[in-house]
């Protein structure tokens, strides 16, 4: 939700749908996508930026280690979507944005996209099923009462690195 905005993205049908509320007396529209959803198999959440960019991510939670769904982004609101291309190959179950990243994570790991650098970082293993920003750490908490940390110093290390 971003003021009177709310997107949802949603499966279990064929396609996945991202429905769009533009204020409380509005009816409800949605975007039909061509990306295939299933049981186990879908859009998990959306993040975002400001109240135009979002991204949506999702997977199948049978299969940690793959990416069958796309990240699909918006500059305008929800009206339009399209598939970002060279992304993370995992389950992402949350997207954030922290101030230049977009973090994704999911129970198997997690990684962080440079905008301006189009670069993504790998932030290695996590079993982190929720992450959210607190000032300048990245928290997750996932199965059991797990709960990490990673500063957003040490994300900006990663992308100066030289390799």
Same mark, same amino acid.
């Given at each position: 939700?971003n003021?009177?905005?709310?997107?949802? @993205?949603g499966?279990g049908?064929?396609? /996945?749908?991202i429905?769009?509320?533009?204020?409380?007396?509005s009816?409800?529209?949605?975007?039909?996508?061509?990306i *295939?959803?299933g049981? /186990?198999k879908?859009?998990?959440s959306?993040?975002?930026?400001?109240?135009?960019t979002?991204?949506a991510?999702?997977?199948?939670?049978?299969k940690l280690n793959e990416?069958?769904? *796309?990240?699909?982004?918006t500059?305008d609101g929800?009206?339009?979507?399209?598939?970002?291309?060279?992304?993370?190959?995992?389950?992402?179950?949350?997207?954030?944005? /922290?101030?230049?990243?977009?973090?994704?994570?999911g129970?198997?790991?997690?990684?962080?996209?440079?905008?301006k650098?189009?670069?993504?970082?790998?932030?290695?293993p996590? *079993?982190?099923h929720? @992450?959210?920003?607190?000032?300048g750490?990245?928290?997750?908490?996932?199965?059991k009462?797990?709960?990490?940390?990673?500063?957003?110093?040490?994300?900006?290390?990663?992308?100066?690195a030289e390799?």
């Amino acid at each position: 939700m971003n003021g009177n905005h709310l997107l949802l @993205i949603g499966g279990g049908g064929a396609f /996945a749908r991202i429905y769009l509320k533009n204020n409380q007396k509005s009816g409800w529209t949605y975007t039909e996508t061509n990306i *295939p959803t299933g049981e /186990a198999k879908g859009y998990f959440s959306i993040g975002s930026k400001n109240k135009n960019t979002f991204w949506a991510v999702g997977g199948d939670y049978r299969k940690l280690n793959e990416s069958s769904i *796309p990240i699909l982004t918006t500059q305008d609101g929800g009206k339009s979507w399209k598939q970002l291309t060279n992304t993370p190959s995992f389950y992402m179950e949350k997207v954030i944005w /922290a101030k230049p990243y977009w973090i994704v994570s999911g129970p198997s790991q997690s990684a962080a996209y440079h905008e301006k650098k189009k670069q993504w970082k790998n932030l290695g293993p996590s *079993p982190y099923h929720n @992450i959210i920003q607190v000032g300048g750490e990245i928290w997750g908490i996932g199965a059991k009462g797990q709960l990490g940390k990673i500063s957003l110093s040490s994300i900006n290390k990663l992308f100066l690195a030289e390799k």
